[in-house]
């Protein structure tokens, strides 16, 4: 997370916005680093995405709704596959995973990423190969090993002696040796939001560089002889702008590998170094290109290589809020305007922290537009916030506005492809929104919407 998501505001009343945030030249004017390529107004004023106008849009699928640009996915796909080259690039199914966007994601000739046994069960049912899935977790259940050993899962990652212990147990009562990785943690500060960084000592995920656990890790699957140690990992956090820390990561890996071949006489043939390349959320958020990324890591392994004496390993990477993130924007409906006097306006719509939890979670921000029309009305700080009983919930938490919203107005969040879905709750036993997905002039449905019968289902009485 960048500096400014800190959250400070301004002291004095009346002014209540961070100190980033100007006020726009134009208040309808769309900053094309925070919406999916297609996205545009239309000359009337509203938005337009695939082809399909807003108006439209809502009167098929309602608010609030995900809005998926089809086409700006899979560009984002292609860029990453292409940048990459040889390596072998993982789509993180956590960021948001329902079965179309599995068979995209493999028509693009990814990799998929999955950490629960659920994930792993939507791979399968949308058909994905086995093979190319990585499946991670810091506490997979001896099911979920079981599973992943019977679909053939390409690439386990090891995370605990624990389930180093099971998956060897399982392994030789199947007859199986499955690859896998080691994750490694590799004491990295990742400038980010403590709970979204994962490389620093004292967390869950891994095996530690420094306190030798990694080195132990490792050596105890070559002793064994029954799992197939392909390689390490290594996953520093999210949301990452600068490439410094995975320049640390890949270092100290890399000087990993450098030891257990001198101590095994093994040398490594992979290395996988995660996600968490940032993207924009905000308009002072300057996330890199795929292809200036993928020239940077693949500096940074070829000089850390050549230090340490080793060949270039096959490189893995992550990213899953990079290539989803950017491609949806969230539609909600004003419901209510209220001028807080001297202090804010709360502009409140039909969703709010049960299908964006992360301004709550993270303080994370974000940005806004007025998507049914345009307006020649002043910007106007504002606060666009849900429907849930908390005061912490936010959608946006400073955004300007036109100040001529009112009830009725349509309200446009960007960036909201990753992490928001996949992280939705029935908080306040609110449904949870569709995503559909909008591509060449049409929209489909790829999850639909809750109803109050989904929520009841469960409610066995
Ligand atoms: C192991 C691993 N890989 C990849 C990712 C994807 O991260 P992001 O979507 O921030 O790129 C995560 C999530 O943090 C992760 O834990
Ligand atoms: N869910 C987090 C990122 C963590 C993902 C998994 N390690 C986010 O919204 O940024």
Redesign the pocket.
């Known amino acids: 997370?960048r500096a400014h998501e800190a959250g400070a505001l301004h002291g004095d009343l009346g002014s209540r916005g961070p100190a980033w945030l100007r006020t726009p030249e134009d208040v309808n004017a769309l900053v094309p680093q925070l919406w999916p390529r297609t996205v545009s107004r239309t000359e009337a004023g509203s938005l337009q995405v695939g082809g399909v106008g807003i108006a439209d849009l809502v009167a098929e699928h309602g608010t609030p709704a995900y809005f998926l640009d089809e086409d700006d996915l899979r560009a984002r796909c292609q860029e990453f596959a292409a940048s990459f080259g040889d390596a072998d690039v993982y789509y993180?199914g956590?960021?948001f995973l329902c079965k179309a966007v599995v068979k995209i994601v493999h028509e693009e000739g990814l990799f998929l990423d999955v950490?629960t046994g659920g994930e792993l069960a939507v791979a399968l049912a949308a058909g994905f190969p086995a093979e190319k899935i990585g499946f991670h977790g810091n506490n997979k259940s001896p099911r979920e090993l079981e599973r992943a050993l019977d679909a053939g899962v390409g690439r386990i990652v090891v995370d605990s002696f624990d389930e180093i212990a099971r998956l060897t147990d399982l392994s030789e009562k199947k007859n199986k040796r499955p690859k896998v990785l080691v994750r490694v943690t590799v004491g990295v500060e990742a400038h980010t939001?403590e709970?979204?960084a994962?490389a620093h000592e004292d967390q869950k995920?891994g095996f530690s560089l420094a306190g030798g656990a990694a080195f132990a890790a490792a050596a105890r699957i070559i002793d064994d002889g029954v799992l197939d140690l392909r390689g390490l990992h290594s996953?520093i956090?999210?949301?990452i702008f600068d490439t410094s820390g995975f320049e640390v990561a890949a270092r100290r890996v890399l000087e990993l590998q450098a030891q257990i071949r001198d101590a095994r006489g093994v040398e490594l043939e992979e290395l996988d170094l995660g996600?968490g390349f940032g993207i924009a959320y905000t308009t002072q958020d300057d996330p890199q290109a795929a292809g200036d990324l993928a020239k940077r890591i693949n500096k940074i392994v070829e000089s850390e290589c050549e230090l340490a004496n080793l060949r270039k390993p096959k490189l893995s990477i992550e990213p899953?809020?990079a290539i989803v993130g950017p491609a949806v924007f969230t539609l909600y409906e004003v419901g209510t305007v209220k001028d807080v006097d001297g202090i804010r306006t709360y502009v409140s719509v039909d969703g709010g922290m049960s299908d964006n939890?992360?301004t709550a979670?993270?303080d994370?921000s974000y940005s806004a537009t007025m998507a049914n029309r345009a307006s020649s009305a002043e910007p106007m700080l504002a606060r666009v916030v849900g429907k849930h009983c908390e005061s912490g919930d936010i959608v946006v938490k400073d955004e300007f506005l036109p100040a001529d919203v009112q009830p009725g107005d349509l309200i446009a969040v960007p960036g909201t492809g990753?992490?928001?879905r996949?992280?939705a709750s029935n908080y306040n036993h609110v449904p949870r929104p569709p995503v559909v997905a909008v591509r060449d002039g049409a929209s489909r449905v790829i999850v639909r919407r809750e109803t109050e019968d989904d929520l009841l289902a469960l409610d066995v009485g």
């Open positions: 997370m993180a956590k960021s950490c939001h709970f979204i994962t995920f996953h956090g999210s949301q996600g899953g809020r939890i992360r979670l993270y994370a990753a992490y928001c996949s992280m």
